[in-house]
């Protein structure tokens, strides 16, 4: 039962160009979510969180937004530079769970 | 930077042997968690611990997989014996407490052959 999806395996985008990334999720007692970034041979790397006591955190080129009632949140990166080429996976934490998403491959086009 | 550390970074094995994992977390976090990924697919949660208790291990192939954390600090993974299906890569990691964020090592990616 996968309960954090991300159903885009794979997004390319331009160079300077926004990338978007989406995850859903199906139960709502998570409360904190969490966007990974991860290369090839390496380890995940985190990049971002929201409470969802908020709708909306920012962090230089990276805003993740949440929506409680669609239970969707999504991780905007702009501009897209070559080096934000990697998997993204979110993550939601509630009640000492913690879920991944399966990934989504972002490929940033010089 | 304090990182997680894990060795080896890489393991070929063949099948029916046993293999062993070692991981390091970052200095003063009491929760560990070992992570299996399949390629493809999201990090799968193996166990957990809670300083040197498991608090979850609910996913682990006892049969087969045990993990340990005797003095609450570094931990080790082990499998015995590997089957083919086992090969992916095997990641630890860290937070200071079960709802902080969790710091991830290199991981080990392990081959059964």
């Known amino acids: 039962d996968q309960q954090v999806k991300q159903n885009s395996p794979s997004l390319s985008v331009q160079e300077g160009r926004i990338s978007i990334l989406n995850c859903d999720y199906t139960?709502?007692?998570?409360?904190?979510f969490l966007w990974y970034k991860k290369y090839p041979a390496e380890g995940p790397t985190f990049l971002i969180s929201?409470?969802?006591?908020?709708d909306k955190n920012e962090d230089g080129r990276f805003t993740v937004f949440l929506n409680k009632s669609a239970k969707h949140l999504s991780l905007h990166i702009v501009p897209s530079q070559p080096g934000d080429s990697a998997v993204y996976f979110c993550a939601a934490m509630g009640g000492n769970q913690f879920y991944f998403g399966t990934g989504t491959s972002l490929t940033v086009i010089p | 930077e304090a990182e997680v550390a894990q060795s080896p970074r890489y393991k070929i094995t063949e099948k029916s042997q046993a293999v062993a994992f070692w991981c390091d977390p970052i200095?003063?976090?009491?929760?560990l968690y070992w992570y299996r990924q399949i390629l493809g697919q999201g990090p799968e949660l193996l166990v957990q611990f809670q300083d040197e208790s498991v608090v979850d291990d609910s996913q682990l192939p006892k049969d087969r997989f045990s993990a340990e954390r005797l003095k609450g600090v570094d931990s080790t993974l082990k499998i015995q014996p590997a089957e083919l299906g086992d090969s992916a890569m095997y990641l630890c990691?860290?937070?200071?407490?079960?709802?902080?964020?969790?710091?991830f090592g290199p991981g080990t990616r392990l081959t059964v052959l």
């Open positions: 929201i409470s969802s006591i908020k």
């Open positions: 990691a860290s937070s200071l407490g079960p709802n902080n964020e969790q710091f």
């Open positions: 200095s003063g976090h009491a929760t």
């Open positions: 139960n709502s007692m998570f409360d904190y």
